[in-house]
């Protein structure tokens, strides 16, 4: 009988947008489940001049599309803990988008919790706070069809030209799938708050979480966050990147010390 051959170590990147330039800082985003690299490209065009950006890229989407996906959150966040150490000569801060907020989220206890250096700001974005856990059935295991309509249903997540594209869809639902997996199966390992400041966003049309449940994410900080809503539903980060990126910044200012107050 021959040995079965051990599976490919999974690994997280980090893939620099815009130009290089002499940066004092980074802005780290972690993109929403099946998203990648694109949905930040805009913002390259309307960050400070001394800010790097940078994208967490998974496996299983854009120039990674034949590696595995992740289906675990925290698996993600040890993956991304040592990456964290060769870009952490700069001061940074981490912005996530709904399943990206999750994972900033438990980046950023798991730094802090280390010893390691850590985000001066915490950015969290169209997520329910972690302790929130979800009570809707779960859909990652179900049909193509009713599993696209559920996401449909929930987040408005996969336009229906996008659904008329089966060579698409094939590249599109295996790590979508796994990131659903993800969040469906999350359940936070600590109570332990997070210590640096902490900003919430959200769009007032989201039903998924709606604008209510954001202030629950006040149960995870040491510091009383506040929230901003931007018009739009659970994707108002699209039409409303100029406005959020300039929110981020106000509440990040250059000058800012670790630990300072937002």
């Known amino acids: 009988m021959s040995e079965r051959a051990p599976e490919p170590v999974k690994s997280v990147s980090l893939f620099r947008v815009g130009p290089a330039r002499p940066a004092q800082r980074r802005l780290i985003c972690v993109p929403f489940a099946g998203g990648g690299v694109a949905a930040f490209r805009p913002w390259s065009r309307v960050l400070p001049a001394d800010v790097e950006l940078l994208v967490v890229q998974l496996p299983g989407r854009e120039s990674r599309v034949r590696e595995a996906p992740f289906d675990d959150v925290h698996e993600i966040v040890r993956a991304l803990a040592p990456v964290m150490r060769e870009v952490s000569d700069l001061p940074f801060a981490l912005f996530g988008h ?26 969290v974005s169209a997520r329910r706070a972690p302790d929130d856990l979800e009570r809707d059935p779960p859909v990652h295991d179900l049909p193509d069809a009713a599993f696209m309509d559920a996401l449909q249903e929930r987040y408005g997540a996969i336009p229906e030209a996008v659904r008329q594209e089966p060579e698409l869809l094939a590249l599109l639902l295996p790590p979508l799938r796994a990131d659903i997996r993800a969040i469906e199966r999350y359940a936070p390992l600590t109570h332990e708050p997070v210590r640096c400041p902490l900003r919430i966003y959200g769009g007032a049309d989201d039903r998924h979480p709606a604008p209510a449940q954001l202030a629950g994410w006040q149960r995870v900080a040491t510091q009383a966050p506040q929230v901003r809503l931007f018009p739009g539903d659970h994707f108002y980060l699209t039409a409303q990147h100029e406005a959020l990126v300039a929110d981020i910044f106000a509440h990040w200012p250059a000058e800012a010390r670790v630990g300072a107050p937002s």
């Open 98 to 123: 709904s399943m990206g907020a999750l994972v900033a989220f438990e980046l950023t206890r798991a730094l802090e919790r280390a010893g390691q250096p850590a985000p001066q700001r915490l950015f």
